[in-house]
């Protein structure tokens, strides 16, 4: 039996129970997975690793000068969520979300929550990621944050927490849907049988969410013209940003294929100059245009925030986002959930300690070798400090950072991620995970059932990045009423 | 105010919500460069395998016989320069390697895949998802070849791969990809890219020195032909036309002239012209701008020429102004259609500063 021998020490295991027993949840798949011989599985995972090496389903790995690609590691166990932890989940990042956007919109109109002092407004005008241009311009519908991808975990006792929002250009989107198909070749039965939720509808809603920030004027044809802005082939996450336009169905541009006239954004075809409505850029801020921004970028086009001010174009996201998602913003997520909503947040997230409170700072620097240490603009897993992990040097040298600029970091207590069963050589063994599930900002606020979960596949690791040695698994949402009789 | 003037018909009107008809100027190129890429990639493989095939009915094979045979060859890939840089003598092995595998000349089989390949990946949402596959399955099997395995294992079922490998990719660019502009585009690059190539294997043949006179329309002489026409894949065909006597300038008629035969010069350079007149949208027997006229003139050369004028021109120079020819349209396609001149940067920059200002 696959499933013989499976430990999961002393951590909080989404399969099994502290006592050896599977959760009622993975009961089916367990049945349908546990009997299977060694050889078998072991063809299927193989057969699916082939299938992303065909498909081109890969990343580049930058600091390789043959410009390998590798794919994305695939661990062929999902990842399940019963109906009414999703809901939860549900219900918390659609509070979340639209909470930061009322949030964006304040800070770059009245400012009514520094006014207030429910923020210090140091935080936020100090703030790399706030961009001044943007004071008092109105975006369309009043939507600054039109794709998320927050990331959560789960800690000890199995309880959700928000680690960190990504409301600038999050990724993975393709991975959860090509993880999908994957996993559907690899066990139609089990699939079948199963009752999970359907991540499929994820591209047109998206497009859906892009279509309706369409400026009112818009070219006047049936639909407006919308395109995904990408830095081009190079870019580690072309596969999906190609991906995502064939599956909606627009062009996908870099910037040398766009021009502005009358501050209107053109594209350049074979028949002539285009007008583009809305652009989902997969470009952050600083490269988007280099006549505001840096004038070094050769990715972006002069004169688009320009089109984008006179409201001829729409960005998705939108520009100065990321000061919601900035990591000492993060400290204040729950205040503002409460200032803007009245309400208390669903999601709980990690206890946070900032570096610029005295109080909290000097706890910070008496407790390094318990904390872990992020930089607050930094992303995908860079920048950061394991204090119980660290050696006396690299703590010193935070220790230094520390000091000298405190407002760039933050502090929490590592939270002993859960754990998931995740094929080794030839057995199971448990493996840190995390979940980034997709939230769009359209119509309505819409949280697709499912996302990609991330799993260390380096024994004892905790980091899930891609870059850094993560791997990935499907994600299935249970129906309300899905099967958990055994797999027959 | 005057439109980007480094753009491609800017004179012409802004196009208003022209939904899914319009396609971008570097996806055009991309989409014609994977084509001829790929096309490359299977004639040179045919280039290769008719040529090691002709060797083995040499009797006596040395040093000098090998060079005189394989320098041709490399002259018709025009790699010779780069060849002798990296190789003292040309030998079957050195030529193959050379040829098929080497990185550094990108006129290899390998760095041909490879480019048709990334061409692609910059068009991935505009090809199907089984076109890709088999760009992707190409370019992995190349990724683990060797020269020395292939070497051993014998190059011709190589080959024969390489070829199915584009054969499979036409095939499924016929039942997949609408019949849009990007089409004309894929079919425009690969017919112009065969006629280019037919034209360099059979050039080759005339390089190729018989080890006697006398040789000449013999058996060794009449086994070459044959090897070169299966290696265009016209064995079959040339022979329902002439009835089984293979006679040089009947091949060479054959291959330049057959109107039905998919592979000839002349039947390729007619699709070219037929995708001119599509992609342009000027009607059939008209031209509007002398790079149209200039093929136009030429395509109706090729109709109604005669065996006799091209033996008269010297067989080896016809080739040549052929590919002249088709280096002119290309050239003229590519600028008018693909190629758009990069934006001055700094100038746009400026530009949209002042505007700013002026706000």
């Given amino acids: 039996m696959l499933f013989d021998n499976y430990q999961t020490d002393t951590f909080f295991d989404e399969m099994f129970a502290a006592d050896g027993t599977i959760r009622p949840h993975y009961q089916h798949a367990a049945n349908a ?40 590691p695939f661990d062929c166990v999902p990842r399940i969520i019963p109906s009414d932890e999703w809901q939860t989940i549900e219900r918390g990042l659609i509070q979340r979300i639209t909470a930061l956007n009322l949030f964006l919109h304040d800070i770059y109109h009245e400012q009514k929550i520094l006014k207030d002092r429910a923020i210090p407004p140091q935080y936020v005008l100090s703030a790399r990621h706030f961009r001044r241009e943007f004071m008092h311009f109105q975006v369309p519908k009043d939507i600054y944050i039109h794709i998320c991808g927050s990331d959560l975990i789960r800690d000890h006792d199995g309880r959700y927490l928000v680690l960190e929002d990504n409301l600038r250009c999050p990724s993975g989107a393709s991975y959860m849907l090509e993880n999908r198909s994957a996993l559907k070749r690899a066990f139609p039965d089990l699939f079948r049988s199963a009752g999970v939720r359907s991540v499929e509808g994820y591209p047109q809603t998206l497009l859906g969410g892009l279509q309706h920030v369409a400026p009112t004027n818009f070219n006047g044809s049936n639909a407006p013209t919308v395109v995904l802005l990408t830095p081009g082939v190079f870019n580690s996450a072309y596969f999906e940003h190609a991906f995502l336009a064939r599956q909606m169905g627009i062009p996908i541009v870099e910037g040398r294929d766009l021009v502005i006239r009358d501050a209107k954004v053109y594209m350049r075809t074979t028949s002539g100059l285009v007008q583009v409505d809305v652009i989902y850029r997969r470009i952050d801020d600083d490269f988007l245009d280099p006549s505001v921004f840096r004038s070094d970028s050769v990715l972006g086009v002069p004169g688009l925030v320009n089109a984008a001010r006179a409201g001829n174009v ?84 935070f220790r230094q950072n520390i000091i000298e600029n405190p407002r760039n970091f933050i502090a929490q207590p590592p939270i002993s991620l859960s754990r998931h069963p995740t094929w080794g050589d030839d057995h199971f063994e448990g493996r840190h995970i995390d979940l980034r599930p997709y939230v769009l900002f359209g119509e309505n606020v819409t949280v697709t059932p499912g996302g990609l979960t991330r799993v260390a596949l380096r024994k004892g690791s905790l980091v899930v990045n891609s870059s850094q040695g993560g791997g990935s698994k499907d994600t299935w949402v249970l129906h309300p009423n899905a099967n958990t009789a055994p797999f027959a | 105010m005057t439109l980007d003037p480094t753009t491609r018909n800017a004179r012409d009107q802004i196009k208003q919500g022209a939904q899914s008809t319009f396609m971008l100027s570097r996806v055009a190129a991309s989409l014609y460069w994977m084509s001829r890429y790929l096309e490359r990639a299977e004639n040179l493989a045919r280039l290769l395998d008719v040529n090691l095939q002709l060797l083995l009915d040499f009797e006596t094979v040395n040093d000098e016989t090998l060079n005189a045979h394989w320098v041709p060859v490399l002259r018709a ?38 480019a048709a390949r990334e ?18 399955d190409a370019y992995l099997f190349l990724q683990g070849a060797n020269a020395e395995s292939v070497w051993a294992a ?90 089984a006597e293979i006679v040089p300038w009947k091949v060479n008629q054959f291959l330049i002239f057959s109107e039905s035969f998919p592979r000839s010069i002349r039947f390729c350079v007619e699709q070219v012209g037929d995708f001119v007149h599509r992609i342009t949208n000027t009607p059939v027997g008209q031209f509007a701008n002398e790079g149209e006229r200039r093929f136009a003139r030429f395509v109706h050369q090729l109709r109604f020429m005669t065996m006799e004028e091209v033996m008269y021109e010297g067989v080896h120079d016809y080739f040549q102004r052929v590919q002249k020819e088709l280096d002119a349209i290309a050239e003229h396609m590519f600028e008018e259609f693909m190629y758009h001149p990069p934006v001055d940067t700094a100038a746009e920059i400026r530009l949209h500063q002042q505007e700013q200002q002026q706000q």
Avoid at chain 1, 363 to 381: H, P
Avoid at chain 2, 96 to 107: H, Q, S, V
Avoid at chain 2, 119 to 136: F, G, K
């Fill in chain 1, 33 to 72: 997975l546990n009997p299977l011989p060694c050889d078998e599985y072991r063809h299927k995972q193989a057969a699916v690793e082939l299938a992303f090496m065909r498909g081109g389903i890969t990343f580049t790995v930058y600091d390789d000068s043959r410009g390998t690609e590798r794919i994305f």
């Fill in chain 1, 314 to 397: 729409c960005l998705a996201n939108s520009i100065g986002t990321g000061i919601a998602d900035d990591k000492v913003m993060y400290y204040f997520v729950p205040k503002i959930i409460k200032y803007y909503l009245g309400e208390e947040p669903i999601l709980a997230q990690v206890d946070t300690f900032l570096a610029s409170e005295a109080k909290d700072r000097s706890y910070i620097l008496d407790n390094l070798e318990k904390l872990v240490v992020k930089s607050a603009n930094e992303a995908g897993g860079y920048g950061m400090l394991m204090g119980p992990w660290a050696s006396k040097e690299e703590i010193e040298t």
């Fill in chain 2, 77 to 114: 890939a025009e790699e010779e320069e780069r060849f002798f840089k990296l190789y003292e003598v040309a030998d079957s092995k050195s030529v193959m390697t050379f040829l098929t595998f080497r990185e550094d000349n990108p006129n290899s089989v390998l760095s041909c895949i490879n």
């Fill in chain 2, 119 to 136: 061409n692609a990946r910059q068009v991935r949402d505009q090809i199907s998802m089984e076109m890709w596959e088999v760009l992707n």
């Fill in chain 2, 154 to 243: 014998g190059a011709c079922a190589f080959f024969d791969q390489v070829k199915r490998y584009s054969h499979l990719f036409q095939g499924i660019t016929d039942s997949t990809f609408s019949r849009n502009e990007g089409y004309e585009f894929i079919q425009f690059g690969k017919y112009l890219e065969r006629s280019d190539m037919t034209t360099r294997i059979l050039d080759v043949k005339y390089h190729i020195l018989l080890p006697k006179v006398t040789d000449v329309g013999g058996a060794v002489d009449t086994a070459q032909w044959q090897s070169l026409l299966k290696s265009t894949s016209a064995l079959e065909a040339y022979r329902r036309f002439h009835v």
